[in-house]
């Protein structure tokens, strides 16, 4: 049985220099199985160049497959980015991707290899649309080891009440600093130093 799984999206960062594999949760995934771990990814991507990207990166980092998803309506996550004269970033996240659709049978399947004392890592984009994050609850709510959620907040993605609710199913949240001063803002608790 696998130690860890991870839900959430798998995109390309569409750069002016060209694609870039990513996504928080699948970077994560993606990482643990460069430290030798075999992470169970629940995603999903089309059936287009972008999907054959993401699944070149499986390969090349042995991945198992079994918690990926194919949706034949939704093309894979693709985020368009630009580059001030700064060299910030401006992130534009596509709409109705592949991951806003995962469906929650096969990924609650898929789970079942979880060891059930595993972690199940989940980051939140992928709850901005009602199938997936039906399915994130479905998952989260199931798995009786540790839940770890990346917050990632981006703003206009998800709203306040599902990231919350998101919040109340981990054991373990990762915040940033802005993140962990907007959340102390929405519990209206005092800012460490503040």
């Known amino acids: 049985m696998t130690r860890i ?3 959430g999206e798998m995109l390309v960062d569409q750069f002016e220099s060209g694609p870039v594999v990513g ?3 699948f970077n994560v995934a ?4 460069a430290f030798g771990h075999a992470p169970l990814m629940l995603s999903a991507v089309g059936i ?3 999907a054959a990207l993401v699944m070149r990166e499986f390969d090349r980092y ?3 497959r079994d918690g990926v998803q194919v949706t034949p309506d939704h093309p894979t996550g693709v985020v368009d980015v630009q580059t001030a004269p700064d060299g910030s970033h401006r992130f534009s996240i596509r709409d109705c991707s592949a991951w806003d ?3 929650e049978a096969p990924a609650r399947a898929a789970a079942a290899a979880l060891d059930p004392a595993g972690w199940l890592y989940a980051g939140t984009l992928a709850l901005r649309n009602p199938v997936s994050r039906t399915t994130a609850w479905a998952v ?3 798995h009786s080891g540790p839940v770890y959620l990346d917050l990632n907040w981006r703003d206009g993605q998800v709203t306040r009440e599902v990231a919350l609710q998101a919040i109340g199913l981990a054991d373990v ?3 940033n600093d802005e993140e962990l001063a907007m959340l102390c803002g929405w519990l209206n608790v005092p800012a460490a130093g503040g």
């Open 62 to 64: 042995g991945m198992r």
């Open 140 to 142: 989260m709510r199931a």
């Open 5 to 7: 799984a991870v839900f």
């Open 173 to 175: 949240v990762k915040v």
């Open 30 to 33: 993606r990482h643990l199985a």
């Open 48 to 50: 287009d160049e972008h």
């Open 101 to 103: 659709f995962i469906e």
């Open 23 to 25: 996504g928080a949760p």
